[in-house]
C-alpha cells in the first residue's frame, strides 16, 4: 500500500461544501471523516415532515444554468426536475405585479418595468432619464451601481427584493463585484439597458431541483461517506505529521489525528479554528457578517385556495413596503412532485428576516404562522387555516458579500495556503449558491490532492 492511500482527511462541517470535498478526497483514496455539529448532514439543505410530506425546509432548488448541482445529481442517480413555468410576482404598491425582465432586479426593458406598475410614475420618469458617468474601478455595492442608472425607487421595489431573496441583504452593502460581476460590466461599458443584448438568454431553466426535494442531494452524497453527527470540533492545531482536531465538551474531549484538513464551515467557526493555525484569515473571517431568516411552511387544504393562486410560483416582497414576510413560495405550483405528493394538501412557504433583523429568530412559532397567514390574505385573498404547519429558524443563515469581499477572500485564501494541507470551502467565499458551494467543495479537494 503506497503512503497515499493511508493518509487521513478530515472534513470539518457536513453542508454540501463539506460533503462534495469528502467524496472528492474519498476518491483520490484517502481515508476520509466528516465531523458535523448537528445531528443530521446537511446544514442549510434540511427536510423535514409538514403535512405528512417530506418538503426542504432551507435551500429548496439549485442554478441549472451552471453545471455543478446538476451534475453532481446527476453523477449520484438523482432525478433532477424544473419548476412548472408559473412565474413569481412583486408585492408592492398595493398589488402583485409581473416580474419584468431584469439583471438581478436591473430593468432590462423599461417599457416592461413600466407596465407592470412596480414603480410610481415619478420612479418611472427617473428610470427613464438614463444618466450615468459610470461606477468606479474599484469594488462598490449592487444598490450603488443601479440606483445611479435608475434611480433609488428601482433599487428600494425590485433589487431588494430580488437580491433579498438570495443574499438577505440590502442592496447597497452588497458587493457588486462579488454578486453580479455583469452588472457591474454592463454598466462600467456605458449602460446597463444600453447592453442589455449581452446578458445571455436562453431556452435552459434557470433553476432545477430534486423529486422529494433537496435533501435527497445531502443523503446520498451521506450515504457513500464516514460522517459522524453531533460532533462539533472546538480546536484544530498543527502537530508534526499534521493536525489534531479536539472535540466534544471539556470534561470528554476527544481528540483526532489528520493528515489533511477541509474547514467546511461558515465564517465565524472557521475564525474560531483558525486563529493561531491562520490568524491573518481569522481576522478576515471573523469580519463578514451573515443574516439570520425564517422559513414558515404551511399545509393547507387545497379547497380552500382563491381562485387562480396556482398560477403564480409566488411573490417577492420589497422592504420599503413594510410587510412582515419578504417573499412566499407556492411549492405545489412550482413544483409538479410537490403538488402530487401534497395531495389534497397545497404546500407554500414564506421566509422573513434580512440582515440586522433578528426580530423573527425571536418571535414564537405561533406568532410567525400568524404574520405569515395576515400577509397572504392581503396578497392573495388567502382565507384558509393550514391543517399544518413548520417554522425553521435560520440564525447566520447567508454570508453577506460586502464591497471588498472578493479581495478579502483572497487574503483568507493566501493565508490559508501557508499551512499544507490545510484548506477552507463553503458559502463564505466564492458563491452562496447550492451549486457554487459545491464547486467550493470540489476546489478545497482539489487544492489538496494536487499539491
Ligand atoms: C433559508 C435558506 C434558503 C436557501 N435557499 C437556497 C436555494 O434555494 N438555492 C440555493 O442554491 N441556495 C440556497 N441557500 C443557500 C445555500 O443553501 C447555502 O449557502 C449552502 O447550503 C451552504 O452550504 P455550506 O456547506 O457552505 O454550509 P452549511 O450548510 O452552513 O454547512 C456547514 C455545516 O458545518 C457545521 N458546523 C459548523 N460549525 C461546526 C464545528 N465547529 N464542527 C463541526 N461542524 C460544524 C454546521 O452544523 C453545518 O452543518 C439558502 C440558504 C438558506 C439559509
Redesign the pocket.
Known amino acids: 500500500m503506497s503512503e497515499r492511500e493511508t493518509l487521513r482527511a478530515v472534513v470539518?462541517?457536513?453542508?454540501?461544501?463539506?460533503?462534495?470535498a469528502a467524496r472528492d478526497l474519498v476518491a483520490a483514496g484517502y481515508e476520509v471523516v466528516v465531523?458535523?455539529?448537528?445531528d443530521?448532514?446537511?446544514?442549510?439543505?434540511r427536510r423535514d415532515l409538514v403535512g405528512g410530506v417530506s418538503l426542504?425546509?432551507?435551500?429548496?432548488?439549485?442554478?441549472n444554468r451552471r453545471p455543478e448541482?446538476v451534475g453532481l445529481a446527476r453523477e449520484l442517480g438523482l432525478p433532477v426536475v424544473h419548476p412548472t413555468g408559473a412565474t413569481s410576482r412583486i408585492w408592492t404598491r398595493g398589488a402583485l405585479r409581473p416580474l419584468p425582465r431584469t439583471l438581478m432586479g436591473a430593468p432590462l426593458d423599461l417599457d416592461q418595468l413600466e407596465a407592470s406598475g412596480i414603480l410610481s410614475p415619478e420612479g418611472m420618469v427617473r428610470a427613464r432619464h438614463r444618466y450615468s458617468g459610470g461606477p468606479p474601478d474599484s469594488d462598490v455595492s449592487v444598490g450603488e451601481v443601479v440606483a445611479e442608472e435608475y434611480g433609488e425607487e428601482v433599487v428600494d421595489r425590485l433589487v431588494e427584493p430580488l437580491l433579498g431573496?438570495?443574499y438577505?441583504g440590502y442592496a447597497r452593502g452588497i458587493s457588486a463585484q462579488a454578486a453580479m460581476p455583469l452588472l457591474l460590466d454592463l454598466a462600467r461599458r456605458g449602460g446597463i439597458v444600453e447592453h442589455a443584448s449581452a446578458v445571455p438568454t436562453s431556452d435552459v431553466p434557470v433553476?432545477a431541483?430534486l423529486a422529494g426535494g433537496?435533501g435527497g442531494l445531502v443523503d446520498a452524497l451521506a450515504a457513500g461517506l464516514d460522517v459522524r453527527t453531533s460532533?462539533?470540533?472546538?480546536s484544530l492545531e498543527r502537530t508534526t505529521r499534521g493536525f489534531r482536531l479536539t472535540?466534544g465538551p471539556v470534561p470528554a474531549q476527544e481528540f483526532l489525528e489528520a493528515d489533511l484538513v477541509v474547514l467546511?464551515?461558515?465564517a465565524?467557526?472557521?475564525s474560531?479554528?483558525l486563529a493561531d493555525l491562520a490568524p491573518a484569515a481569522a481576522t478576515e473571517l471573523a469580519a463578514i457578517d451573515y443574516a439570520s431568516?425564517?422559513?414558515v411552511t404551511l399545509a393547507l387544504p387545497m379547497t380552500g385556495l382563491p381562485p387562480g393562486m396556482e398560477a403564480a410560483s409566488g411573490f417577492l416582497v420589497p422592504p420599503i413596503d413594510g410587510r412582515r414576510i419578504k417573499a412566499a413560495t407556492f411549492s405545489f405550483a412550482k413544483w409538479d412532485w410537490v403538488r402530487e405528493a401534497g395531495g389534497d394538501l397545497a404546500l407554500l412557504r414564506t421566509?422573513m428576516g434580512r440582515l440586522g433583523d433578528e426580530r423573527t429568530l425571536q418571535c414564537s412559532d405561533d406568532e410567525l404562522v400568524a404574520a405569515s397567514l395576515g400577509d397572504l390574505r392581503e396578497a392573495v385573498g388567502l382565507e384558509a387555516a393550514p391543517v399544518d404547519t413548520h417554522v425553521?429558524r435560520?440564525g447566520?443563515?447567508?454570508?453577506q458579500y460586502a464591497v471588498g469581499h472578493l479581495d478579502r477572500v483572497a487574503r483568507i485564501r493566501a493565508s490559508v495556503e501557508k499551512v499544507p494541507g490545510l484548506a477552507v470551502?463553503?458559502?463564505?467565499y466564492d458563491?452562496?449558491?447550492?451549486?457554487?458551494?459545491i464547486a467550493?467543495?470540489h476546489a478545497a479537494a482539489a487544492a489538496l490532492t494536487d499539491s
Do not use: N, Y
Open positions: 470539518v462541517g457536513g453542508g454540501i461544501s463539506g460533503l462534495t465531523l458535523e455539529a448537528a443530521r448532514p446537511g446544514g442549510k439543505i426542504d425546509v432551507g435551500a429548496e432548488a439549485m442554478v448541482g431573496g438570495v438577505a433553476f431541483g433537496m460532533t462539533t470540533v472546538r472535540t467546511g464551515v461558515p465565524a467557526p472557521s474560531r479554528l431568516m425564517t422559513v421566509s425553521q435560520w447566520g443563515g447567508l454570508p470551502c463553503g458559502a463564505a458563491g452562496v449558491g447550492i451549486a457554487a458551494c467550493s467543495g
